[in-house]
């Protein structure tokens, strides 16, 4: 059941989406569609191990300069190039993980919140391929340098929006094969209890930095498909904060379901989009995200995805029991 | 058998186990002692939780302490915890399908390995039924289910019944009883219920401030003097 509706929507966006809306709207969406693969990679990392990253959008930016140099320096299909910046990523993040076999909690958040720093310092100063040529791949001399290649088949907006809703529906398909397996079973473990975990055999140093990893690759790969979204690439698009407001959409979307990335991805992009649209400005979001954070801590631990469909029960209840209530006030009287 | 020879832990200027030498022959033994005695340090450093400053400990003639901590429960060696840790997001498959995974045992046996473990211990919940769900009972049953399943050599329960009233406390003990002919594991019961104990196990060894007072058939040891004194209390205190 839950298959065929997740399939039934996976279509509708595919098809439907990229015709019914604008070329603005189609970039929003593309985004949106490429976060949810970050936060997917900070909800497993969170949600299901226990451990804090804030250096995901460091890790994003990264992604981004690995594939855009691959891009200019060699003429490897679309998806070969993603998929080498993605394992490039995982084992630049994997070593970014070895902290948290010795730390956990607000220590390790605060380690990967300034090795996020310092990345985004050293991207800052060599900044990214823009065509030129040396290691760095970035050149000041020309004016009008050429965009990041998209791939033959996806080369329009719309096309492009298709192609990245595929490529994040294989992540997810690929977060759902783990935490269905023996490694999700471990994370289990050891965030529940350490302890138990090791009692139960789980070598914790494997699955930890296999968890690191696997989040690295996932926004490794987001950094090629928005490198190649965005054409060109700056530093500023990666400001170190925004590691900060990911870890707060990922919580508002919800870390017990993957879903909640998919969530998270909207509440990072097209929110944000929207309020622009109706001329606020989006910086206000981070108001919002404020206060969504105190409700979900407050009230609604499960997040947006574990909430709406609770809200919807309990208002469909509501309102059928306020139905009954006047069909039984009408009905002596009748 | 476990030999235990001159085990000391030490945490800065507290020594929880003190020169501890004792050996545990094998079916069902008993590990008592009052609070502090070392009962629980003493498996923490079977489990590599924490490591002794001194002594050895050869379990079937291997020497456990070379052993990687995560590898001991794919050697076979298991235990329960003092308080329970089920792990509540996780099926009860899975909770017990989790072990059996990095147990070293045959993948095409895990299904039967683990609904056979949850039937040993008496667990009527259905497997699919999330650990949260899980009373008090089951969730101890639960840990005895994980920690015999795939071929345990060494199972070491910690107040496996702590909590429980006694009618379960009894089903606790046919359990626990059964684990050493059912499995062919050497099992050591920590336990501050000496009913449980004397229904359980055969030997009984007896800890006081880390250091062994008494061990030998559990009858014996339960009227020994020094028993009586540092533990168990004479008749009249009671």
Same mark, same amino acid.
């Given at each position: 059941?839950? &298959? ?25 969406? =593309? ?42 320096? =060699? ?6 190039? $993603?998929? $080498?910046? @993605? ?6 993040? =994997? ?45 000041? &001399?020309?004016?009008?340098?050429? /965009? ?96 900060? =407001? ?30 622009? /649209?109706?001329?606020?400005?989006? /910086? ?26 609770? /809200? ?11 139905? @009954? ?8 009287? @009748? | ?51 002794? +400053? ?15 901590? %995560? ?20 099926? +009860? %498959? ?25 039937? %040993? +211990? ?21 840990? +005895? ?33 059964? #684990?050493?002919?059912? %499995? ?28 062994? #007072? ?25």
């Amino acid at each position: 059941m839950r &298959a065929v509706v997740i399939t039934v929507s996976l279509a509708f966006v595919l098809v439907a989406v990229p015709s019914l809306v604008s070329v603005y709207w189609v970039k929003v969406a =593309t985004a949106a569609v490429i976060f949810m693969i970050v936060a997917l990679g900070l909800n497993l990392l969170f949600g299901r191990v226990g451990m804090v990253s804030l250096g995901q959008i460091a890790l994003l930016a990264l992604g981004s300069w690995i594939a855009a140099r691959l891009f200019f320096l =060699t003429g490897l299909p679309f998806p070969i190039v $993603l998929l $080498l910046g @993605g394992l490039i990523t995982g084992v630049i993040g =994997t070593l970014i993980g070895l902290p948290a076999l010795r730390l956990g909690g607000l220590y390790l958040a605060l380690i990967t919140l300034m090795l996020a720093g310092a990345i985004s310092i050293v991207l800052t100063h060599v900044d990214f391929p823009n065509g030129g040529g040396g290691f760095l791949g970035h050149t000041e &001399a020309t004016v009008e340098y050429p /965009d990041v290649r998209r791939p033959s088949i996806a080369e329009a907006d719309d096309a492009y929006f298709r192609y990245a809703v595929v490529v994040t529906a294989l992540m997810f398909l690929l977060a759902l094969a783990h935490v269905g397996s023996k490694a999700g079973r471990a994370w289990a473990a050891i965030r529940e209890s350490e302890p138990a975990a090791l009692a139960a055999g789980v070598n914790i140093t494997r699955y930890k930095l296999w968890a690191f990893a696997l989040a690295s690759f996932m926004t490794g790969v987001a950094g090629g498909l928005l490198a190649a979204n965005e054409g060109k690439l700056y530093a500023e698009q990666f400001p170190t904060i925004d590691s900060i =407001t990911l870890l707060a959409v990922v919580l508002m979307g919800g870390i017990f379901s993957l879903w909640g990335a998919v969530a998270a991805g909207f509440l990072a992009k097209l929110l944000p989009a929207l309020l622009d /649209d109706w001329g606020v400005s989006p /910086d206000f979001v981070i108001i919002l995200f404020g206060v969504g954070i105190l409700q979900v801590v407050v009230t609604a631990p499960g997040g947006v995805v574990d909430q709406v469909p609770k /809200d919807v029960k309990r208002l469909g209840r509501l309102l059928s029991r306020g139905v @009954g209530r006047l069909a039984g006030a009408r009905g002596p009287a @009748g | 058998m476990i030999e235990v020879e001159g085990l000391t832990v030490r945490f800065g200027g507290v020594i929880p186990i003190d020169g501890m030498t004792v050996t545990f022959p094998g079916g069902t033994c008993g590990l008592i002692g009052p609070n502090g005695a070392g009962k629980t340090t003493f498996f923490n450093v079977l489990s590599g939780f924490v490591k002794p +400053v001194a002594g050895s400990i050869h379990a079937f003639g291997e020497d456990l302490l070379e052993m990687a901590d %995560f590898r001991r429960a794919r050697w076979g060696l298991r235990r329960s915890f003092q308080q329970e840790q089920a792990i509540t997001s996780l099926s +009860v %498959f899975d909770n017990v399908a989790m072990v059996h995974e990095h147990s070293g045992q045959a993948r095409s046996s895990r299904r039967q390995d683990v609904l056979d473990a949850l039937a %040993f +211990v008496g667990l009527e919940v259905s497997p699919k039924a999330k650990a949260s769900v899980l009373d008090a009972r089951d969730r101890r049953l639960l840990e +005895v289910a994980r920690a015999t399943v795939g071929k345990p050599r060494v199972v070491l329960l910690d107040e496996p019944a702590a909590g429980l009233p006694d009618e379960e406390t009894i089903h606790m003990g046919q359990v626990i009883a059964k #684990i050493p002919s059912q %499995f062919g594991a050497l099992t050591i019961l920590v336990d501050h219920d000496m009913s449980l104990v004397s229904a359980c196990c055969e030997t009984t060894a007896v800890l006081d401030f880390g250091k062994l #007072i008494a061990a030998g058939p559990t009858a014996e040891v339960l009227h020994n003097e020094h028993v009586v004194n540092a533990y168990l209390g004479t008749e009249e205190e009671l």
